[in-house]
T-cell receptor, first 110, second 116 residues
Framework: DAKTTQPPSMDCAEGRAANLPCNHS???????VYWYRQIHSQGPQYIIH???NNETNEMASLIITEDRKSSTLILPHATLRDTAVYYC???????????FGQGTTLQVKP | DTEVTQTPKHLVMGMTNKKSLKCEQH?????MYWYKQKAKKPPELMFV???????INESVPSRFSPECPNSSLLNLHLHALQPEDSALYLC???????????????FGEGSRLTVL
């Protein structure tokens, strides 16, 4: 599985968009980019995933560069409840092992 | 019902005890997982079951023994643990690993284990 690199921490003002970057320069053609988050003392929660195209759901948008070497998770209007650790994961297909990296701690501030 | 239920939420055990962690889901998922998470670290994959058969063991010590009695239940039997095994143990489930799906894993809230 490709290694992903994320900044260890980020701050975002409440109501503003939170843009969380992820580098995955060694990603292979079969590997999807998955995003999960973990709010303190809870189990991880699936956010979104994609292969090549940009994706959007009710929680977030995922922007993947054309060369697939990096991606950005966008929370369009961050709230205090979005404070969490966000994990970017490169996963073989949609059945490969889900291996968590170090993640980005996002602090949303009032 | 989109829940994965783990019991107990907290467990304290001595190094000579035998205990079990339990996980249950009623979403019809056929893949179930155990992860271990130490404080301020990401979850680490331990085991994966697919159709009640162990498909992945991430070189976990034998003092951890998984069991999948049926498609809804997953147990983790604990014996002769060490203090460094103290951690949050997370269970997850997903749809059939051999059929296309979103690949979403549904996680429980975890069982927090303390080994004295």
């Amino acid at each position: 599985d490709a290694k992903t690199t994320q900044p260890p921490s980020m701050d975002c003002a409440e109501g503003r968009a939170a843009n969380l970057p992820c580098n995955h320069s060694t990603i292979s053609g079969n590997e999807y980019v998955y995003w999960y988050r973990q709010i303190h003392s809870q189990g991880p929660q699936y956010i979104i995933h994609g292969l090549k195209n940009n994706e959007t759901n009710e929680m977030a948008s995922l922007i993947i560069t054309e060369d697939r070497k990096s991606s950005t998770l966008i929370l369009p209007h961050a709230t205090l409840r979005d404070t969490a650790v966000y994990y970017c994961i490169a996963r073989w297909g949609n059945t490969g092992k889900l291996i968590f990296g170090q993640g980005t701690t996002l602090q949303v501030k009032p | 019902d989109t829940e994965v239920t783990q019991t107990p939420k907290h467990l304290v055990m001595g190094m000579t005890n035998k205990k079990s962690l339990k996980c249950e889901q009623h979403m019809g998922h056929r893949a179930m997982y155990w992860y271990k998470q130490k404080a301020k670290k990401p979850p680490e994959l331990m085991f994966v079951y697919s159709y009640e058969k162990l498909s992945i063991n991430e070189s976990v010590p034998s003092r951890f023994s998984p069991e999948c009695p049926n498609s809804s239940l997953l147990n983790l039997h604990l014996h002769a643990l060490q203090p460094e095994d103290s951690a949050l143990y997370l269970c997850a489930s997903s749809q059939d690993r051999r059929r296309p799906n979103t690949g979403e894993l549904f996680f429980g809230e975890g069982s927090r284990l303390t080994v004295l």
